[in-house]
């Protein structure tokens, strides 16, 4: 690979914010390097490429680094034009799609959190906020699928498929292990036959975290959050 | 058919008025509708049935919400002016990660400062402070966080300028005396047309906030 066009990933593997950078490439077909960091030991080179919030995903393209998954996300179709484009040319449609992928990315994937690191009275208020933005998500996306969903194939994966896949794709993941109903075909039909269309696609399928795993590391923060250790 | 653009705003809002410099700026005539926001217009709710928020624009009928998606949509349907987000894929990726920045740790943070008792503002304070010298590096000589001209980051945080005074009053911090280059940026600003039109008078601004305190019980 030629020095200038390398693209180098930072990431690790439960992070829902880098699993949609490395879908993205993917679907664009871009030659990555991936490198798995340990946030406990963090590497000299994510210090260097990300000194104010020394966090995960970074991508380094031609040396240069840039964080944040959504604005990497954007960049990456911005750059490699030839492959299947992320967002529409219409910027009415645009705007659409940045809506709703910071409403999953920060208020449902947030309130989700909650969910997972509480119990009792407050991981109720926390469920009910999730269930309703979950409605608020379907009602949403009927004006995106205004006829509701048909086949999706690998050109047409965009880039709020890729942010709902990141934090909703393990949702069997996230059911088994607090034991309840997240995503509901009758209640959100449309979430979960775009959620199921999506899963069909092979390079879909295999950017979600292998299921044991992904439940042993779910129960780890569960159980850290709810047994927190003294000071 | 002429564009019909509407925006729904509330003045005190740095959201907002981060839509009406980008308006300004592209010469885009339209219609402002001040919302009361303790009695919600059956149009916002409408509009933005998600968050029932303002901002919101309503561009021929259709409405756009999120100040920042709104600017980059407005950025998009009028393109043959003012630009206002730069063209290479590497600088916009760096102005998208600095208005993230800006509403995490300014706008997000010192949402606390109004919204609770003055005693509880010292970690707030010390945050902001932490924030402002981060954003004083990137600036370093430059005119603009754009570079040498206005910018999609200097928009996202000029809007700040309409609290510098009310962050002196409840925050007991000044932004002008700590931070003497976001000052003169800030100012350099401010002489903008576009800019300064957009932006209400800060001691306004600062009674507005001691009324909303006092009606909160904070005060």
């Known amino acids: 690979m030629a020095e200038e066009n390398k693209v180098k990933l930072l990431g690790f593997w439960v992070s829902p914010y880098v699993r949609r950078v490395e879908l993205a490439l993917k679907l664009k077909g871009i030659p990555y390097e991936y490198v798995e960091e340990d946030l406990k030991n963090k590497s000299s080179l994510l210090l260097k490429y990300n000194p104010v919030s020394k966090k995960v995903p970074v991508l380094v393209h031609n040396g240069k680094p840039l964080t944040e998954s959504l604005v990497i996300l954007e960049y990456i179709d911005e750059t490699w034009k030839n492959g299947p484009p992320l967002l529409p040319q219409d910027p009415y449609k645009r705007a659409q799609i940045r809506f709703w992928a910071s409403f999953v990315h920060q208020q449902l994937f947030e309130t989700w959190l909650s969910v997972l690191k509480s119990d009792g009275e407050v991981q109720e208020k926390a469920l009910k906020e999730v269930l309703e933005k979950l409605s608020a998500l379907e009602e949403g996306i009927k004006n995106i699928f205004p006829e509701g969903i048909q086949i999706i194939e690998h050109e047409n994966v965009g880039l709020l498929d890729i942010v709902m896949i990141s934090v909703f794709g393990p949702y069997k993941v996230h059911e088994e292990v607090l034991g309840l109903k997240l995503i509901d075909p009758e209640k959100t039909p449309l979430l979960f036959s775009w959620l199921t269309a999506l899963l069909e696609i092979p390079v879909v399928k295999d950017s979600l975290p292998p299921h044991e795993k992904l439940v042993g590391v779910l129960k780890f923060i569960r159980h850290n959050a709810l047994n927190p250790t003294s000071a | ?219």
């Not at chain 2, 401010?190 to 019980?217: C, N």
């Open chain 2, 1 to 219: 058919m002429a564009d019909e653009v509407i925006l729904l705003d509330f003045w005190p809002s740095m959201f907002g008025m981060r839509v009406k410099i980008a308006l300004a700026e592209k010469g885009i005539e339209y219609e402002y509708k001040e919302e009361n926001l303790w009695n919600k217009s059956t149009q916002l709710l409408q509009m933005n049935p998600v968050h029932q928020l303002i901002p919101v624009l309503i561009h021929n009928g259709k409405p756009v919400c999120e100040s920042l998606v709104m600017v980059e949509y407005i950025d998009e349907v009028w393109k043959d002016k003012s630009p206002l987000l730069p063209t290479d894929p590497h600088q916009r990726a760096h102005a998208r990660f600095w208005t993230d920045f800006v509403d995490k740790k300014v706008f997000d943070v010192s949402k606390r400062i109004w919204s609770t008792k003055i005693e509880e503002n010292e970690s707030t304070k010390k945050e902001l402070i932490e924030t402002f010298k981060i954003l004083e590096g990137k600036l370093r000589d430059k005119p603009y966080f754009g570079g040498e001209t206005f910018g999609f980051v200097d928009l996202a945080l000029i809007t700040f300028y309409s609290r510098f005074y009310s962050a002196e009053m409840f925050g007991n911090f000044s932004i002008e005396a700590e931070f003497p280059e976001i000052n003169a940026w800030a100012k350099r600003c401010m002489q903008k047309d576009t800019v300064a039109k957009s932006i209400p008078d800060q001691k306004k601004v600062y009674e507005f906030l001691v009324q909303m305190r006092k009606q909160l019980g904070l005060d």
